[in-house]
C-alpha cells in the first residue's frame, strides 16, 4: 500500500483537536531505524517550527524560546538506555503528557546514554503542536491525548544498517544491541498496538509524496 502524501498528514495534524491542555499532540512510533526522526522533523518545519538536531543535542544554554509553535521530543531522550522501554511510560506520560492534558506544563531530565544518567532537564510548555517521536510511544493512554498517531516501519536489514552506521563509533557491540532493543521493540508494540490503531502507516523506505 503507498504511503500517504505529506500534505494528507499534515492537514491530519491541523485538523485535530488538542488534547493536551492547548496542545496538539501527535505521536510517531514505529520500529528503530526506520524513519521517524526524518518525519518528525519534516512535520516540524512545515508546521512552522524548526528541525531538530536529533537526541542527546539539547543545548542547555539555549532551550527551545517559549514561543515557538513547534516542539519534538526524541524517545532516545526518555528511555533509561537500552532497556529503557519497559520504564518508558513513567517519563512520558507521568512527567509529559499527564501534566499537560491538565492545563499545566511537563519537563523531564534527558538520558545521556554515554554517561548512562539524566543530566539536563528539558522543559515542555504548552504549545501550539508537540511531537513525540520514539519506539513505543503511542501506547494507549498517550493516543488518547493525541491529536495524530503515526506508524513508520521498514524491512529489519534496512534499519539494522542505519543503526549500525549511527551507532558503531560509540558501541563495541552494537549489532547485539540492535538485536536486544529489537526483541523488546516487538514486545511493546505487540502490548501496546501501536501499528494497528495508527492514523497511518508510513513504509520508512518509500517516499511520502508532496500531494
Given at each position: 500500500m503507498?504511503?500517504?502524501s505529506?500534505?494528507q498528514l499534515l492537514d491530519?495534524?491541523?485538523?485535530?483537536?488538542p488534547?493536551?491542555?492547548r496542545?496538539?499532540?501527535?505521536?510517531?512510533?514505529?520500529q528503530a531505524?526506520?524513519?521517524?526522526?526524518?518525519?518528525?522533523n519534516?512535520?516540524?518545519?512545515?508546521?512552522?517550527g524548526s528541525?531538530?538536531?536529533?537526541?542527546?543535542?539539547?543545548?542547555p544554554?539555549?532551550?527551545?524560546?517559549s514561543?515557538a509553535?513547534?516542539?519534538?521530543v526524541?524517545?532516545?531522550?526518555l528511555?533509561?538506555?537500552?532497556?529503557g522501554?519497559?520504564t518508558l511510560d513513567?517519563v512520558?506520560?507521568?512527567?509529559?503528557?499527564?501534566?499537560?492534558?491538565?492545563?499545566?506544563?511537563?519537563d523531564?531530565?534527558m538520558?545521556?546514554?554515554l554517561?548512562?544518567?539524566?543530566?539536563y532537564?528539558?522543559a515542555?510548555?504548552?504549545?501550539?503542536?508537540?511531537i513525540?517521536e520514539?519506539v513505543?510511544?503511542?501506547a494507549p493512554?498517550?493516543?488518547?491525548l493525541a491529536?495524530?498517531?503515526?506508524f513508520v516501519e521498514a524491512?529489519?536489514?534496512?534499519?539494522?544498517a542505519?543503526?549500525?552506521?549511527?551507532?558503531?563509533h560509540?558501541?563495541?557491540?552494537?549489532?547485539?544491541?540492535?538485536?536486544?532493543?529489537?526483541r523488546?521493540e516487538?514486545a511493546r508494540?505487540?502490548?501496546?498496538?501501536?501499528?494497528?490503531a495508527?492514523d497511518?502507516?508510513i513504509?520508512?523506505?518509500?517516499?511520502?509524496?508532496?500531494v
Amino acid at each position: 500500500m503507498p504511503n500517504p502524501s505529506f500534505a494528507q498528514l499534515l492537514d491530519a495534524a491541523r485538523a485535530g483537536e488538542p488534547r493536551c491542555g492547548r496542545t496538539r499532540l501527535i505521536l510517531i512510533d514505529g520500529q528503530a531505524g526506520a524513519g521517524k526522526s526524518t518525519l518528525a522533523n519534516r512535520l516540524a518545519v512545515a508546521l512552522g517550527g524548526s528541525a531538530s538536531a536529533g537526541a542527546g543535542t539539547y543545548m542547555p544554554d539555549a532551550p527551545l524560546t517559549s514561543d515557538a509553535p513547534v516542539q519534538i521530543v526524541h524517545g532516545d531522550d526518555l528511555y533509561e538506555g537500552w532497556g529503557g522501554l519497559a520504564t518508558l511510560d513513567e517519563v512520558l506520560l507521568g512527567q509529559i503528557l499527564e501534566p499537560l492534558a491538565a492545563g499545566g506544563d511537563g519537563d523531564f531530565r534527558m538520558w545521556d546514554w554515554l554517561e548512562d544518567k539524566r543530566t539536563y532537564v528539558i522543559a515542555v510548555p504548552q504549545r501550539p503542536f508537540l511531537i513525540i517521536e520514539g519506539v513505543g510511544v503511542a501506547a494507549p493512554r498517550a493516543r488518547t491525548l493525541a491529536s495524530l498517531t503515526v506508524f513508520v516501519e521498514a524491512p529489519w536489514d534496512a534499519r539494522l544498517a542505519r543503526g549500525v552506521e549511527r551507532d558503531q563509533h560509540s558501541y563495541d557491540d552494537v549489532i547485539n544491541l540492535w538485536e536486544t532493543f529489537e526483541r523488546d521493540e516487538r514486545a511493546r508494540h505487540q502490548l501496546t498496538g501501536a501499528r494497528g490503531a495508527a492514523d497511518f502507516i508510513i513504509d520508512g523506505t518509500a517516499p511520502i509524496p508532496d500531494v
